[in-house]
C-alpha cells in the first residue's frame, strides 16, 4: 500500500516498526500534529466521550458474556448470579446497564451539537450519515441488549417491538416468524438476539472508523461554522486538544459512575427484575428512556390513512406508526440535503436557532409522552409533537433555505477568537 512521508522517530524500537508498518507515523498524523480549530467548545468533546463509552460497553458486555447463560430456563438467574456471586460482578452489570443510557447521552449531545452548529453541512455530509447509521446500529443493539437478562419489560418489549413487522403488508407475519425463529418470543429468539448483541458493537466500531476517516478528510467543523483558513486558524490536537478531552472524558465519567454507585436502577423499569412470564402481561410496556421520543410517534399514528367517508385505506394505523417512526430517523439521514441555507452555525441564524430549541422542546414531550399510558391527552398531544417533528424538517428548514437571512460571518476563525466574538451582524 502506498503511504506518504514517514517521520523519523527517536525511539530505536518504535523506528523499528515504524519502518516496517507506519502506523506511528500515521497516529502521529491523525492525533499528533492533526490540525484542529482553535475554537472548540466543550460540545465537541462528546465524540470522544462517545468512544470512551463504546469500549466501556464491549469490555463490560464481554465479561458479562463469560457468565451469562443464553437460555430461557437460565437467563435471568444467570443475571442474578452475576450480580451476587460472581466478584465484582454487581459493579460490571451496573456499568453496562447505565453505561448504555450515558453512551445514548453521549451520543443526543454529539447529534445535537452537530444540528446546531450545521456539521452535516457540505462537504461533512457522509460523515453525518455515518453517524446516523451508527445511531441506527446502537438502536438495534441496546433494544436486543435490553431482552437478555429476560425480565418482564425484555419479554414484552421484544414482542412488542418484534410485533410491528407483522404491519408490513403480505410478508409482515412470515417476516415476524422469521424474527422469533418460532412462533413467539422464545428460546431461538433469546439465543439469536444474544449473538448479534454480540456482534453489532463491532460492526458499529467499524464504522465508527470510517466515521472518523472522513472526518479527518474534511478536518472538523467549529462553533463559527466557517472554514478553516491557514494555519493560524488551527491547533496540533496534541497537546491541546488531547487534554481537553481527557478532561471532559473525566467529568462526563464522574456523572456515570455517580449513577452506577449511588442510584444503579435510576434509569431501569423495576418490572426488569421480575422474571419473564408469557402468561402475565404488564399493566404498562415501556421501552428504556432513550427510545421514548421514537416509541411516541411509533403510537402517535392511531388511524388508518385512506380516503375519508369511504372503505377505502391506504396504510393501516400499525404500519402508520412504524413508517413514521422510520420516517423520524429517514428525516435525520436526510438532513443534509434538506437544509441548503448557506450559513453552517446556528450562532448566525436566528430563525433557525428558535426553531431548533423548539424542535429539542418537542423531541423531549415526546419523550414524555412515550412513558405515558397511550390514552387520554397523552394521544393528541404526541400527535401534535410528531406533526411538529415533521414539520421541523419539511417546512421550517426549506423555509429557511428561502427566506433566513444571511448574516455577515467573522472573517477567520483566528480573529474571531482575539477579538473575542461575536463579529457577526444578526
Ligand atoms: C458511537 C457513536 C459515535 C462516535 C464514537 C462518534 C465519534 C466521533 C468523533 C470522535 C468525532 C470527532 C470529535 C467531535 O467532533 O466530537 C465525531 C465527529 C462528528 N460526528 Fe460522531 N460519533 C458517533 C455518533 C455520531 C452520530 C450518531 C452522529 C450524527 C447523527 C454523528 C455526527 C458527527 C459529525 C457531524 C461530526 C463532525 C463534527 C464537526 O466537525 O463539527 N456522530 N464523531
Not at 523506528?15 to 499528533?32: A, C, H, Q
Not at 403488508?169 to 425463529?181: A, E, H, K, R, Y
Not at 453552517?344 to 405515558?372: D, N
Not at 448574516?407 to 477567520?412: D, G
Request: charged share 10%; net charge neutral; proline share 8%.
Amino acid at each position: 500500500m502506498a503511504s506518504g512521508p514517514r517521520q523519523k522517530f527517536d525511539n530505536p524500537v518504535i523506528e523499528w516498526v515504524d519502518s516496517r508498518l507506519p502506523i506511528f507515523t500515521l497516529m502521529n498524523k491523525e492525533y499528533g500534529v492533526f490540525p484542529t480549530p482553535r475554537n472548540f467548545n466543550y460540545f465537541w468533546n462528546f465524540g470522544a466521550i462517545a468512544m470512551v463509552m463504546l469500549v466501556t460497553m464491549i469490555v463490560t458486555g464481554i465479561t458479562l458474556a463469560m457468565h451469562y447463560n443464553t437460555s430461557t430456563a437460565g437467563a435471568f438467574d444467570s443475571v442474578e448470579r452475576i450480580m451476587r456471586d460472581v466478584n465484582s460482578g454487581w459493579l460490571i452489570r451496573y456499568l453496562h446497564m447505565n453505561g448504555a443510557s450515558f453512551f445514548f447521552i453521549a451520543v443526543y449531545i454529539h447529534i445535537f451539537r452537530g444540528m446546531y452548529y450545521g456539521s452535516y453541512k457540505k462537504p461533512r455530509e457522509l460523515l453525518w450519515m455515518l453517524g446516523v447509521l451508527i445511531f441506527l446500529l446502537m438502536m438495534a443493539t441496546a433494544f436486543m441488549g435490553y431482552v437478555l437478562p429476560w425480565g418482564q419489560m425484555s419479554f414484552w418489549g421484544a414482542t412488542v417491538i418484534t410485533n410491528l413487522f407483522s404491519a408490513i403488508p403480505l410478508v409482515g407475519d412470515s417476516i415476524v416468524t422469521f424474527l422469533w425463529g418460532g412462533f413467539s418470543v422464545d428460546n431461538p429468539t433469546l439465543t439469536r438476539f444474544f449473538a448479534l448483541h454480540y456482534l453489532l458493537p463491532f460492526v458499529i466500531v467499524g464504522v465508527v472508523f470510517l466515521h472518523v476517516w472522513a472526518l479527518h478528510v474534511t478536518g472538523s467543523n467549529n462553533p463559527l461554522g466557517i472554514d478553516v483558513k491557514g494555519p493560524q486558524d488551527t491547533l496540533p490536537f496534541h497537546p491541546y486538544y488531547t487534554m481537553k478531552d481527557m478532561f471532559g472524558i473525566l467529568v462526563f465519567l464522574i456523572v456515570y459512575v455517580a449513577f452506577v454507585f449511588f442510584m444503579p436502577n435510576a434509569l431501569g423499569h423495576p418490572d426488569n427484575y421480575i422474571p419473564a412470564n408469557p402468561m402475565v402481561t404488564p399493566a404498562h410496556i415501556v421501552p428504556e428512556w432513550y427510545f421514548l421520543p421514537f416509541y411516541a410517534i411509533l403510537r402517535a399514528i392511531t388511524f388508518d390513512i385512506g380516503i375519508p367517508f369511504t372503505d377505502i385505506v391506504f396504510i393501516e394505523a400499525k404500519l402508520g406508526g412504524v413508517l413514521a417512526m422510520f420516517g423520524s430517523i429517514a428525516m435525520l439521514f436526510i438532513l443534509p440535503f434538506l437544509d441548503t441555507h448557506p450559513i453552517r452555525s446556528a450562532t448566525f441564524r436566528p430563525w433557525y436557532r428558535i426553531a431548533l430549541f423548539g424542535f429539542v422542546v418537542v423531541f423531549l414531550i415526546l419523550g414524555v409522552c412515550g412513558s405515558k399510558p397511550a390514552e387520554g391527552f397523552w394521544v393528541p398531544l404526541s400527535q401534535l409533537c410528531t406533526l411538529l417533528y415533521f414539520a421541523f424538517f419539511v417546512v421550517a428548514i426549506p423555509f429557511f433555505n428561502k427566506k433566513e437571512p444571511v448574516a455577515e460571518l467573522p472573517p477567520s476563525i483566528h480573529q474571531a477568537v482575539l477579538t473575542s466574538q461575536p463579529v457577526a451582524a444578526e
